[in-house]
């Protein structure tokens, strides 16, 4: 008897067969089939995204061990939990890269205290800076603020001024600002100071060489600012010494992270240090001019006239 069922009997013989065996039932659909990435962001991607809306990139220059990751790591533990005075979280296109920076201080939250807050910096691709994206608001205006930051390893620096290589520093060129980040504690210790102090004016010279003597503005941000003060007498020096190559700067006190939250609170400073690196000197533009015609004036004809 017949069913009228038709089967396909499989010959195992057949090459064509086998081969398919094991193979993916579905075709792999085409298109992106991820969530785009938000680790650090390539000096590509910044470009991009400049090429839509105003970005502040900031460059961030220091010996390793100064404190770099250490304020970003800081500032966004700030921003997120809503702690940094006169602004306000509004996006970030590197998220993962935050918190894989601030899970040290994550862990000390817990009442774990880590031995280091931050760990040294090292980068994928040792010869591009990855850039960290935070978008604020800002609350006296509600003006939004792009900051592209990049966490670079402290031998970046340190080869700058020893070697002078400069080709990694491109996209400073694009910089609004340049954060020199300083430990505060070696400022303070009578040995080291004077090494420290050198060492600044040589960096300012090697700007100064990159930029052909137009520097951005830089700011000298001095961590460790809850192991104590720093004294004026160290800041004159400081600014004494970029004065020899013909720069200036604005010295600013901060504490990413604190040892003595009962004097100094952890992000220390970081609400001055993002007023004083977007104060853009830009004039404020007129978004949409008024182009109501003046009476008694004839453009249209006037315009033709000259044609
Ligand atoms: N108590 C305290 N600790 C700080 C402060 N600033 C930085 N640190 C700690 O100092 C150590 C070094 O800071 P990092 O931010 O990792 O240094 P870095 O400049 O990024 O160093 P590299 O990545 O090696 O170039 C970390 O353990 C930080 O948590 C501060 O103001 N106060
Ligand atoms: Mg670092």
Not at 32 to 54: E, H, Q, V
Not at 61 to 85: F, R, V
Request: with cysteine; glycine share 8%.
């Amino acid at each position: 008897m017949t069913t009228g069922v038709s089967v396909d009997v499989v010959d195992p013989s057949d090459p064509t067969t086998l081969s398919a065996i094991g193979s993916p039932v579905l075709e792999r659909p085409t298109g992106t089939s991820s969530f785009p990435s938000s680790r650090t962001l390539g000096p590509d991607a910044i470009s991009k995204m400049m090429a839509s809306r105003y970005v502040t990139v900031i460059g961030i220059l220091g010996d390793p061990e100064s404190g770099k990751t250490a304020c970003l790591a800081s500032l966004y533990l700030m921003i997120s939990n809503a702690e940094l005075a006169g602004w306000k979280f509004a996006d970030s296109k590197s998220l993962m890269a935050f918190e894989d920076i601030a899970r040290g201080s994550r862990e000390w939250n817990a009442g774990n205290p880590p031995e280091q807050m931050t760990v040294h910096t090292e980068l994928s691709d040792e010869r591009r800076p990855g850039f960290l994206h935070l978008r604020l608001v800002r609350d006296s205006d509600g003006r939004r603020v792009d900051l592209a930051l990049p966490d670079l390893p402290g031998e970046w620096t340190t080869e700058l001024v020893s070697t002078s290589r400069t080709d990694r520093f491109e996209f400073l060129r694009a910089a609004e600002v340049i954060w020199v980040v300083l430990d505060g504690r070696a400022l303070e210790n009578k040995e080291r100071r004077q090494g420290v102090i050198s060492r600044v004016g040589q960096l300012a010279g090697r700007l100064g060489t990159l930029f052909s003597g137009e520097i951005p503005k830089l700011m000298l941000v001095i961590t460790h600012r809850d192991s104590g003060e720093l004294s004026a007498a160290v800041t004159t020096r400081l600014t004494a010494e970029l004065a020899k190559r013909d720069v200036a700067a604005t010295v600013l006190a901060v504490a990413p992270f604190s040892d003595n939250d009962e004097q100094v609170k952890a992000g220390f400073g970081l609400d001055e240090l993002i007023a004083a690196s977007t104060t853009s000197d830009l004039p404020a533009m007129e978004f949409w001019p008024s182009s109501d015609p003046v009476e008694g004036s004839r453009s249209y004809i006037g315009y033709r006239r000259d044609r």
